[in-house]
């Protein structure tokens, strides 16, 4: 790589690792954060949850006006926002300023991830480069989820909850001071005007999908999860409907008659989708099973960073000599094997983390390849638009996941589990809510020995699933890939 594209490459990484850091930052601060506002539990539900939502939906928007006004104008307006949207945070004094805070985070947040990913495009046109790039772009962002929570638990020990969302600032200002001198601007030279109702659609759609399966995994399939997830559906097809009579619609549906186009996407479905089904099931073994404190997990999740970084950012570097159907079939059958020995794993933590690292390791070479596919496989002007929808995917993925994963496993645990007489089934559904009632039995050790045998039969289960969904994926990646030549996408 030349000194230059380089140079932007490590700039583009600030608003990645940020957004990414964001996504789990609060998750320690939370007792100290309840102590200080006193949200009600709804409040408390929003507070976590408002950023990821808004990140999910906005991506497909902010995606495309990148396209429009230029990708690296969007990203250093986004920076701007950015920092002023962490101070506000930073500072907020009740719930509801918290959670419009976090609101404008999720917002401006989702501008800065397909415009670093279309500026990855615009950086590199050596093919061999540009999926090098991508691997970084996917060791970073995945190392951000693992560092958030770390970093976040410990600045506690030394300042306020607010201090976690100031970290964003300083990066932000270094952003907009370098990225003018080191990031080229591009755009679609023919954009049109964009259309407020496919922007309004999307949003709608994206959120219910997300917001029903989330639903799904904390409560079960109840009617509001489904009608959440039917009525995010049906606004999604109507959206779809319409960008086809569109002059220019807000996607682009020619992206996909590339078969590659659409193998990657359903890649990167299939493998968010296990990585965070399973990855809901460690982090409670580890704590809950184990015994460990939040930090200490925190730490025994770093194996499947560190294993993470190193796939992302070597895989991607056979591209050029192993056909991507092979490398991508290849990757994602070894993440099925990582599912398959945590379906193994006992209450110790040696098989687990193993799991978990093989899972995490394959699943950002999965995405660093399939993100080089969708990504580069798009002409240059439609760069943030094929970003958009990469996101999208992967966001999609994580929610499908948790919900399928998480659904698939508590039933097990449930059915596990057999309760003394005399105790209500209604807080036996967590293997948290089964322990708090054990601490108030006689016998609360042989019951917290059977919760936590049936939590490990509920993760087995879990893993199992995960590996069903992996293996699909492969086959899908080997066979119809084949079977269906990659189509060149016509350019406007």
């Known amino acids: 790589m030349a000194a230059r594209p380089r140079l932007g490459l490590v700039v583009l990484m600030l608003p990645t690792l940020l957004v990414s850091m964001d996504m789990f930052v609060l998750h320690f601060a939370v007792p100290e954060l309840s102590a200080d506002l006193q949200p009600s539990a709804v409040e408390l539900l929003w507070i976590v949850d408002i950023y990821g939502f808004l990140v999910a939906g906005s991506l497909i928007t902010m995606g495309t006006l990148g396209d429009r006004i230029g990708r690296?104008?969007?990203?250093?307006?986004?920076?701007?926002?950015?920092?002023?949207?962490?101070?506000?945070?930073?500072?907020?004094?009740?719930?509801?300023?918290?959670?419009?805070?976090?609101?404008?985070?999720?917002?401006?947040?989702?501008?800065?991830?397909?415009?670093?990913?279309?500026?990855?495009?615009?950086?590199?046109?050596?093919?061999?480069?540009?999926?090098?790039?991508?691997?970084v772009w996917v060791a970073v962002f995945t190392s951000g989820g693992a560092i958030g929570p770390l970093v976040g638990g410990v600045m506690?020990?030394?300042?306020?909850?607010?201090?976690?969302?100031?970290l964003g600032v300083p990066a932000m200002v270094l952003l907009l001071v370098l990225g003018p001198m080191l990031l080229p601007e591009s755009r679609d030279p023919d954009p049109g005007r964009l259309d407020l109702a496919s922007t309004a659609m999307s949003l709608f759609a994206v959120l219910g999908i997300v917001y029903g399966l989330k639903r799904v995994a904390v409560d079960g399939p109840d009617m509001v999860a489904v009608l959440a997830v039917v009525a995010g559906l049906a606004?999604?097809?109507?959206?779809?409907?319409?960008?086809?009579?569109?002059?220019?619609?807000l996607i682009d549906l020619t992206l996909f008659r590339a078969a590659r186009f659409n193998l990657a996407l359903v890649a990167q479905l299939c493998t968010n989708a296990a990585w965070a089904g399973t990855y809901l099931f460690v982090a409670q073994h580890l704590q809950l099973v184990a015994g460990l404190s939040p930090l200490v997990a925190g730490l025994w999740t770093l194996p499947g960073v560190a294993t993470g970084i190193v796939t992302s950012t070597l895989v991607p570097r056979?591209?050029?000599?192993?056909?991507?159907?092979?490398?991508?079939?290849?990757?994602?059958?070894?993440?099925?094997?990582?599912?398959?020995?945590?379906?193994?794993?006992?209450?110790?933590?040696?098989?687990?983390?193993?799991?978990?690292?093989?899972?995490?390791?394959?699943?950002?070479?999965?995405?660093?390849?399939?993100?080089?596919?969708?990504?580069?496989?798009?002409?240059?002007?439609?760069?943030?638009?094929?970003?958009?929808?990469?996101?999208?995917?992967?966001?999609?993925?994580?929610?499908?996941?948790?919900?399928?994963?998480?659904?698939?496993?508590?039933a097990a645990f449930r059915g596990a589990l057999v309760p003394p007489a005399g105790i209500p089934e209604s807080g036996l559904g967590t293997l948290g809510g089964a322990l708090d009632i054990a601490r108030g039995l006689a016998d609360d050790v042989a019951f917290a020995d059977a919760a936590q045998a049936a939590f490990l039969t509920g993760m087995h289960v879990a893993a199992w699933v995960g590996a069903a969904v992996m293996a699909a994926g492969s086959a899908s990646a080997l066979v119809v890939?084949?079977?269906t030549p990659a189509a060149t996408l016509p350019s406007r």
């Open 318 to 410: 056979l591209a050029g000599r192993v056909p991507p159907d092979l490398l991508l079939a290849g990757v994602m059958a070894v993440s099925a094997a990582g599912c398959v020995v945590l379906a193994t794993a006992g209450p110790g933590i040696g098989v687990v983390v193993a799991g978990a690292a093989i899972i995490m390791g394959m699943a950002s070479a999965v995405v660093a390849v399939s993100t080089d596919v969708i990504v580069g496989s798009a002409p240059p002007e439609r760069a943030g638009a094929a970003s958009s929808v990469s996101e999208t995917s992967s966001e999609l993925g994580i929610a499908f996941g948790v919900a399928l994963l998480g659904a698939a496993g508590a």
């Open 156 to 166: 506690l020990e030394q300042f306020w909850w607010g201090a976690v969302f100031l």
């Open 72 to 135: 690296r104008r969007l990203l250093l307006m986004g920076a701007a926002a950015f920092a002023g949207a962490s101070v506000l945070t930073a500072f907020s004094v009740s719930p509801a300023m918290l959670i419009v805070a976090r609101a404008l985070l999720g917002l401006v947040g989702a501008s800065l991830l397909p415009s670093t990913l279309a500026l990855i495009r615009s950086l590199f046109d050596d093919e061999r480069e540009r999926g090098a790039a991508f691997g």
């Open 481 to 483: 890939w084949r079977r």
């Open 235 to 249: 606004v999604g097809v109507v959206f779809l409907r319409r960008q086809r009579i569109l002059t220019h619609p």
